[in-house]
């Protein structure tokens, strides 16, 4: 189990693999109900119809159970990246910043970003 949040002490820790189990247990059902579902990539599986529901529940249950192999990992964290650096094309149209409306991207009179 992994906590959510940044060190709160009245976060409550969350299973990641208790919900996604739970998940793909009501798609299932939502899909075939209670019938049997091929494994996914049998010959049987391959013999369904291309919209067959039980194609779909099959894809899920074989994703949960990949899930459920893999080492848990706390999902909270993220690997932080270098921010990406803007840079004005020489003879180019000005660029529109991402995130600052009305503020623009134009290179100077060396042709560096100003």
């Known amino acids: 189990m992994t906590s959510v949040g940044r060190g709160e002490d009245d976060v409550p820790p969350v299973d990641y693999r208790a919900a996604t189990r739970a998940w793909a247990r009501v798609q299932v059902r939502a899909l075939v109900g209670a019938g049997p579902v091929p494994e996914y990539g049998t010959a049987e599986w391959c013999a369904l119809p291309p919209r067959d529901r039980r194609r779909f529940a099959a894809l899920i249950l074989a994703a949960e159970r990949s ?48």
């Open 67 to 114: 899930q459920q192999q893999r080492p848990l990992v706390d999902r909270t964290e993220s690997p932080r990246r270098r921010p990406w650096r803007l840079q004005a094309t020489p003879g180019w149209p000005p660029v529109a910043i991402p995130g600052a409306p009305g503020h623009h991207l134009v290179p100077d009179a060396r042709g560096e970003a100003a």
